[in-house]
């Protein structure tokens, strides 16, 4: 199953240039087809497996299926019922913010150091409560003609990106300047359960 959008609201997204306001399809506060329940003590979504929007079949995973803090993001070929590849976006606000969790190892994806600069790398740390904003993410339609999701990071609101739109798998997640029809910030989720 992938997520489709059905409302809009205006989002700022910037090109590698200049800033622009587009009309966006609206998923902030909930996808209604993963959650298992809203309201106070936000509940977990079902597992989805995260994949790039037009590079499939390529995932978002943990590399190697670590279990240890500071492991790499990394995209590599989807594989079937493997928990290094599936991930539980857990609502942690009311603005629409979540922690994307890995299955494997329980831990949450973070800019690394929470630095906030361009192209600093994605990697798993333990989950901070109250949720912290270098592991907080909040997930825009991505501007037409692209497909899927952009996931902006709530520390810089810089886009989840694949480094140069790299289509090999085994390339470390990085956040970027979002822009748009960027087919290397796009994602869809597919339920694994």
């Known amino acids: 199953m992938q ?13 590698r240039r200049h800033m622009k306001r587009v009309a966006t399809p609206m998923a902030l506060m909930l996808i209604p087809f993963l959650l ?12 989805v497996q995260i994949q790039l929007a037009i590079y499939t079949p390529l995932c978002m995973e943990v590399a190697g299926g670590s279990t240890a803090e500071g492991a ?18 857990t609502p942690v606000d009311d603005k ?3 922690n994307v ?8 994806m973070s800019v690394s ?3 906030p600069d361009l192209s600093t790398p994605i990697v798993q740390a333990p989950c901070y409560v109250p949720a912290i904003s270098s ?10 003609p692209r497909i899927g999701y952009n996931l902006l990071s709530s520390l810089n609101k810089l886009c ?13 997640l990085q956040v970027y300047t979002c822009t748009i029809g960027d087919p290397a910030q796009g994602y869809v989720f597919k339920s694994v359960n």
Request: glycine share 8%; net charge negative; charged share 10%.
């Open 113 to 115: 150091n929470a630095d």
């Open 72 to 89: 790499v993001v990394q995209t590599y070929p989807c594989l079937d019922n493997q928990p290094r590849q599936q991930w539980t976006l």
């Open 3 to 15: 997520i489709h959008p059905t409302h809009t609201a205006t989002t700022s997204i910037s090109s």
């Open 135 to 144: 592991q907080m993410w909040s997930l825009y339609p991505a501007p037409a």
């Open 101 to 108: 969790v890995n299955l494997n190892s329980s831990q949450c």
């Open 160 to 172: 989840l990106d694949v480094p140069e739109g790299e289509t090999v798998g085994e390339t470390q």
């Open 96 to 98: 629409g913010n979540y």
């Open 36 to 47: 298992l329940g809203c309201g106070s003590g936000y509940k977990s979504v079902k597992s």
